[in-house]
């Protein structure tokens, strides 16, 4: 099939976000989406679009970030023009809760640190007072917090669903149940440049986008590609619905619009295990109780884990193969954050056929090991 202007290889968040950019340039664009047994951290997240502390350790990757939050409004109001789907976009600013001095003194270096070295001005330490004058109902052991303005939320299935329809409305194909096999680049050509393969069909596309996942590490290499991803397991609460009192949203709570508080703060790197724990799960339950202690009257619906796609430092790649001019790596740790840079700002550029000089910092060249 095709020949595509775009061949996305992954229809979660981040290969949807890519596939819906190109497309409203007017591309012609294809995603062909794996299997519904394949590991998708989109349809499993927690729904933040959260700016506070990215960067600390690649300022390049605070500004993105700014970036994305940014260019969200637009988004958001993009895909319901074109789709009628509400992502359900809130940036009231993002609560990060410290239970201990020690805890509030380690948000105010961190706060400190984003300041010196990403210009950030944005995230601010509130005292206990403070807190409580923003947020009432916190309990008697949270000490302070961190807060920026520019954290937000959104709902996740509806912004997945809402980037995929609106690839459709712009006359791209979303292609689930094609997993990708083999991937073969003609060399030089313009039109028709990659032959993806992906059970008995074949598709044709001038440039190529690998955003599968964790399905990008065994793909990236085909086309000259490192993806060096892995799993880092989170667990997540919800709970019934409650009456609206959390205005704000939180790195470990927030409230939906429909009222259920989800909870969520666990990092275990336990593989392709996504089985949930009781003793992490009555861990994030316990502070969420120490933060709201009405949450203790609460009944809990539902619990679940995912896995996140994590390079080796967590941190962004974008990257184009040098082998096979036209075939990029795009793969984060947030891709809901980024999802509105990667439609608005990156998928313009991948359609042009090569990343800018500022990209650079987030090739995978970084994990190269250099000759000894
Ligand atoms: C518990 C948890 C909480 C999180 N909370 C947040 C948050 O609050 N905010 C935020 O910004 N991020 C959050 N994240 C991270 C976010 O979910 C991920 O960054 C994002 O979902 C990654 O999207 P993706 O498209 O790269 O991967 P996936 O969603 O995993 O999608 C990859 C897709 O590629 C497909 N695929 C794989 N192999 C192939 C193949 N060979 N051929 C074709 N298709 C293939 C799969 O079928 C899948 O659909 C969280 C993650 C977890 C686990």
Same mark, same amino acid.
């Given at each position: ?197 992906? +059970? =008995?069909? %074949? ?8 955003? $599968?996942?964790?399905? @990008?590490? #065994? &793909? *990236? !290499? /085909? ?12 667990e997540i609460v919800v ?24 909870i969520g ?11 949930v724990?009781l003793?992490v799960l009555?861990?994030i339950a ?14 809990v619906v539902r619990t679940w884990s ?19 001019? +036209? =075939?990029? %790596? ?8 980024? $999802?509105?840079?990667? @439609?608005? #700002? &990156? *998928? !313009? /550029? ?23």
């Amino acid at each position: 099939m095709g020949p595509y202007d775009l061949i996305v290889v992954g229809g979660g968040i981040v290969g949807s976000a890519v596939a819906y950019g190109a497309a409203r340039q007017g591309a012609r664009v294809a995603v062909l989406d794996g299997s519904d047994d394949a590991v998708r951290s989109s349809r499993v997240n927690f729904g933040l679009v959260w700016v506070q502390g990215k960067g600390a350790k690649l300022p390049p990757y605070a500004a993105w970030t700014r970036r994305s939050a940014e260019l969200w409004p637009q988004l958001a109001r993009e895909l319901r023009a074109c789709t009628g789907v509400d992502c359900c976009l809130e940036q009231p600013g993002g609560m990060s809760f410290c239970l201990t001095e020690a805890e509030l003194e380690a948000a105010a270096a961190r706060a400190r640190h984003m300041h010196a070295t990403c210009g950030d001005e944005d995230t601010v330490i509130l005292s206990r007072e403070e807190t409580r004058a923003r947020v009432p109902e916190i309990g008697p052991r949270v000490v302070g917090a961190s807060f920026n303005r520019r954290d937000g939320h959104v709902n996740p299935l509806y912004t997945l669903r809402a980037l995929q329809a609106g690839l459709q409305a712009l006359g791209g194909d979303y292609l689930p149940g094609r997993t990708v096999e083999a991937i073969v680049h003609a060399g030089g050509s313009q039109d028709g440049g990659f032959t993806v393969h992906a +059970g =008995a069909e %074949a598709f044709r596309g001038a440039r190529l986008v690998i955003a $599968a996942g964790h399905g @990008a590490r #065994a &793909l *990236a !290499p /085909l086309v000259g590609l490192a993806m060096p991803v892995a799993p880092e397991r989170g667990e997540i609460v919800v709970t019934e619905r409650l009456r609206r009192f959390y205005h704000y949203t939180g790195d470990i709570l927030r409230q939906t619009a429909e009222g259920t508080m989800m909870i969520g703060d666990s990092h275990e790197n336990v593989g392709f295990d996504t089985s949930v724990s009781l003793p992490v799960l009555g861990g994030i339950a316990r502070r969420a109780v120490a933060i709201f202690p009405a949450l203790a009257e609460a009944t809990v619906v539902r619990t679940w884990s995912g896995l996140r796609v994590l390079s080796p430092d967590s941190l962004p790649i974008y990257d184009e193969s040098r082998v096979c001019p +036209g =075939a990029f %790596a795009v793969t984060c740790h947030s891709g809901v954050t980024l $999802a509105a840079a990667h @439609a608005l #700002a &990156l *998928a !313009p /550029l991948l359609l042009s056929g090569s990343l800018p000089e500022t990209f650079h910092a987030f090739s995978a060249d970084r994990f190269r090991v250099p000759a000894a």
